[in-house]
């Protein structure tokens, strides 16, 4: 086969990682990549969201599968686009249509969804900037802290937990009449604070059948400790210890298929990957978010366990046949910690020049921002690699992990030590 994968993080070179190991691929091209992903197959300089510039690479290509990484095409309507296009529509795109995919695009979508198919969620109610005084109201209602988030898409940073009354009203604020997350937060959904730890799921899906995926938990606040601004992710543990058996038993009754029945029933075709965000209450697991991909940087720390053949796998999808699949799963800890840019998530500067990657032993290392500039690399982005390592135990991980991580080298490079340390 010969697959287009979109993308150029971390979770696309893991992807791509991946997919190359199997016998079923004769080529693989990435748009528009990393340094890292070209060692798996040819990058192309494509926008992931240049649907007319996809169409005619596929079509010059022959390309047999598209997998679609990011959300951004997907809300955007990829799918559809492939479904509408006489020349595309028979090739298979790994990812749900644009309606489908406002589970992750909206986020008062998917609370009403939710409610609509019984899914344990928080309290919540969506505001806009007409309605402002009814969400100052609604914030007066609850007990703090308070939960804002903007209802588009904001590269994972577009929500915000306030400690007090005041700054609740502040952020509100800033988010419906100010634009602080410009267009995403045209509407605020404020949600009850549901107190926890979290974790993620992931299931790959035909729209009919699923398979359920490695669990992983991973840290989105830039400093130890989880303080600070949220991150698109500094680092990523699986399986998670606390999600044992019976939690994993009540994902699966309470979340997982409800949510896969739901889609069915409303009529929302739903192939590709989604992405569970959970918190664990007490013992009962709630939503707190879908994405309608894999996660990053979970995917770093869940395909490394994932034992299929992954273009298998998605062939069946792509077929409707996953119901023919069993899902086989490496027992073993992998865990994952993101190496960014000094001044990450704010302003950072690229072009670092990354040092000390062929001296890693025992690690997958997979890049995010990175590109080679005459012949060095060096960063492209403000999260740079990701360095995974699997062992027999957390600790054992986590040790190869770090132990590989002060190998790697670039000015201003800043990861967080404590990754894990909460399990």
């Not at 004769?26 to 340094?35: D, H, M, R, V």
């Amino acid at each position: 086969m010969q697959i287009l994968l979109l993308g150029s993080g971390g979770r696309e070179h893991a992807l791509a990682w991946k997919i190359a190991q199997s016998p079923l691929l004769e080529k693989l091209f990435i748009a528009p990549g990393n340094a890292g992903t070209s060692r798996c197959g040819e990058n192309v300089q494509l926008s992931v969201t240049d649907f007319f510039a996809i169409r005619q690479f596929v079509l010059e290509k022959h390309i047999d599968m598209l997998v679609v990484g990011p959300e951004d095409p997907l809300v955007k309507g990829i799918h559809d686009f492939f479904l509408a296009d006489p020349g595309l529509c028979k090739i298979p795109v790994i990812g749900p249509v644009a309606a489908a995919a406002q589970l992750e695009g909206s986020k008062d979508f998917a609370k009403q969804f939710m409610v609509r198919h019984g899914i344990p969620t928080a309290a919540y109610q969506t505001f806009d900037a007409a309605s402002l005084e009814k969400g100052f109201a609604f914030i007066r209602s609850l007990e703090p802290p308070y939960v804002l988030k903007a209802d588009g898409l904001a590269a994972g940073k577009g929500v915000v937990i306030c400690q007090t009354e005041e700054e609740a009203l502040q952020e509100l604020t800033a988010m419906l009449r100010d634009a602080r997350f410009g267009q995403a937060s045209a509407r605020v959904v404020i949600e009850e604070f549901l107190s926890g730890i979290e974790c993620s799921s992931f299931v790959i899906t035909d729209g009919n059948s699923y398979l359920i995926l490695p669990e992983a938990k991973d840290y989105k606040k830039i400093g130890e400790g989880d303080t600070g601004p949220n991150t698109g992710g500094m680092g990523s543990v699986s399986p998670v210890p606390f999600a044992d058996a019976e939690f994993l038993r009540k994902v699966e009754e309470r979340i997982i298929r409800p949510t896969v029945e739901g889609l069915m029933n409303d009529g929302l075709e739903y192939i590709g990957f989604i992405f569970f965000g959970l918190i664990n209450v007490k013992g009962d697991p709630f939503v707190i978010e879908y994405n309608c991909r894999l996660g990053d940087p979970e995917t770093e720390s869940v395909v490394p366990r994932i034992k299929n053949d992954f273009v298998e796998l998605l062939r069946a999808v792509a077929e409707r046949k996953l119901a023919e699949h069993s899902i086989q799963i490496d027992p073993r800890f992998c865990t994952t910690v993101m190496m960014v840019s000094g001044g990450y998530p704010d302003t950072y500067e690229k072009g670092k020049v990354i040092t000390g990657e062929n001296k890693v032993e025992g690690s997958l290392i997979f890049h995010a921002g990175t590109t080679m500039k005459e012949s060095e690399l060096v960063s492209n982005g403000g999260r740079v690699i990701a360095v995974t390592s699997l062992g027999n135990n957390m600790k054992e991980a986590l040790t190869a992990t770090y132990r590989n991580a002060d190998l790697i080298e670039f000015d201003g490079m800043y990861f967080r030590r404590d990754i894990g340390g909460d399990l």
